[in-house]
Nanobody, 116 residues
């Protein structure tokens, strides 16, 4: 089983930036897929924000293209999500997810609030 711990959430003003990190408990070269999802208040579903398959190119939801960047740091064992020009409607709990040995693993989430 893979342990995932998200960090970096908090309060940010509209138009501001924030960087989320997800610390992975195993060697990241073993991961088949890595992604960031979010669940907005009042919704039950987690919606894909950004993802990357092992050896592939990043993919983004249309609503975040050009503003969000997913990246990995193998030396730190982290999956990062850089978010800019944030909007109030992007207030959500952001989750990190990885696919390892055909099993999805999830973190507990990091709360992001975009508000004045």
């Amino acid at each position: 089983q893979v342990q995932l711990v998200e960090s970096g959430g908090g309060l940010v003003q509209p138009g501001g930036s924030l960087r989320l990190s997800c610390t992975v408990s195993i060697n990241m070269f073993s991961l088949e897929y890595m992604g960031w999802y979010r669940r907005t208040p009042g919704k039950s579903a987690r919606v894909l924000v950004a993802s990357i398959f092992s050896g592939g190119q990043p993919n983004y939801a249309d609503s975040v293209k050009g503003r969000f960047t997913i990246s990995t740091d193998d030396s730190e064992n982290t999956i990062n999500l850089r978010m800019s020009k944030l909007k109030p409607e992007e207030t959500a709990v952001y989750y990190c997810s990885v696919l390892y040995r055909r099993t999805n693993n999830w973190g507990e989430g990091s709360e992001v609030t975009v508000s004045t």
